[in-house]
């Protein structure tokens, strides 16, 4: 009777204490997945390897029992379980570590994520493999615009950063109006480490206000588009003219492709003008870029909306060019409803698209003007 009371003591302190040693072990846990942070590490970059996953048991792995080594180009990270460990609850629970792997050269890495218990052999629970290069140029784009009013004048810029260790380049790729694509200068320019440096892009065509711009660059490069607003200052006066604030334009990191739909807001006008009729409102205005050699029709629809007419609309734009089409009608968008309007675009050319809502400028000081991108997501 006493041996048998003993042996149900021990099953039951193997139980607490080894892990894997429940009906978890069946599902194959210990499991662990492996990412790295940043996600696209360059030369010289500080690696740290991201771990997770599931544990069969309470003792869930910290930093005193995981150890890094490398040779080469492969990684290990060996989480220990000798001695005594415990008491560990027979319950499955989600587990993680950040790892140090200090900076890399360049190349393909391979890790493992090991376990040991005592003096049994180690037992490899994830693998993976990243590598670490240097940052490939990519394309985007960004709108840019010029106008003179009354009240001030509006012009748009860019701003970029070089965040890499090394020099980087930034290429103008090409502009488009809604004359078609323009001829511009091809010439890059470079950006020390830690270095910043502003792009004009309010230099447009005459009888043009607004223009998409692409450019190439690295993709460790922070990225600000913005559209300022100057002050009015009369010919001949010998004063800079007062900056009176800026609002964001969009950066697009890829084309939407043609047959897919964008969706841009939320548009909420204010208790007044949703009192008022459309001269005391806002303006809205839609701007399509025509990635596409082809001319392209561009659908517009109001999905979170009762659809009421004259939605939704159809828009014709030209190859290569982008279009504004201006004071597009607020009665037909959910503009006053909780939550506000979004505004869906559909193209059967790859396209960009934003919409803008302008106000009369009345307050000074005070920007007139929001923009809402049109994306496809996060």
């Known amino acids: 009777m006493r041996h048998r009371e003993t042996l149900l003591i021990l099953l039951v302190t193997l139980a607490l204490v080894v892990p894997g040693a429940s009906p978890a072990a069946a599902q194959q846990l210990p499991s662990a997945t492996i990412t790295t942070a940043p996600s696209a590490p360059a030369p010289g970059d500080p690696v740290v390897l991201k771990l997770s996953g599931q544990w069969p048991d309470s003792c869930v792995p910290d930093a ?15 989480l ?11 319950v499955i629970r989600p587990w993680s570590l950040e790892i140090a792997a200090g ?14 218990y005592s003096l049994m052999p180690a037992r490899t629970i994830g693998t ?13 784009w960004v709108p840019g ?8 004048s509006l012009a748009s810029t860019l701003s970029a950063y070089n965040n890499s260790g090394q020099t980087a380049v930034v290429t103008p790729v090409g502009a488009w109006d809604a004359l078609g694509e323009r001829t511009i200068s091809p010439e890059p320019v470079s950006l020390a480490a830690g270095a910043g440096a502003t792009f004009d892009t309010r230099s447009l065509r005459p009888g043009q206000t607004v223009q998409m711009l692409a450019f190439s660059a690295a993709t460790r490069m922070p990225l600000r588009a913005t559209l300022e607003r100057l002050e009015s200052v009369p010919e001949g006066l010998p004063k800079p003219p007062m900056a009176l604030g800026r609002v964001e334009l969009p950066v ?5 492709p043609a047959g897919m739909t964008a969706v841009a807001g939320d548009i909420s006008f204010s208790a007044e003008e949703c009192a008022s009729e459309a001269p005391a409102r806002r303006r809205i205005n839609l701007t399509v870029f025509n990635s596409g050699d082809s001319a392209a029709s561009f659908v517009v629809g109001t999905p979170n909306g009762p659809g009421l007419l004259p939605y939704p609309m159809t828009f014709q734009v030209p190859g290569r060019s982008l279009v504004q089409f201006n004071d597009l009608p607020s009665k037909g968008l959910p503009v006053c409803s909780p939550g506000g309007a ?23 000081g005070v920007l007139p ?7 496809l997501g996060r």
């Open 128 to 140: 993976a493999e990243f590598e670490v290069k240097e940052p490939q140029a990519t394309i985007f």
């Open 145 to 152: 615009f010029s106008a003179t009013g009354a009240a001030g």
């Open 252 to 256: 697009f990191k890829e084309l939407v």
């Open 64 to 78: 005193s029992r995981a150890r890094l080594t490398r040779a080469g180009q492969y990684l290990q990270v060996n």
């Open 80 to 90: 220990g379980y000798s001695g005594i460990v415990g008491p560990c609850l027979s």
């Open 342 to 364: 979004f505004v869906s675009v559909t193209a059967d050319q790859p396209f960009l698209a934003y919409v803008s809502t302008s106000r009369p400028e009345t307050v000074p």
């Open 103 to 116: 900076p890399l050269p360049g190349g393909t890495y391979k890790v493992a994520v090991t376990f040991t």
């Open 369 to 375: 003007y929001e923009i809402f991108p049109a994306s």
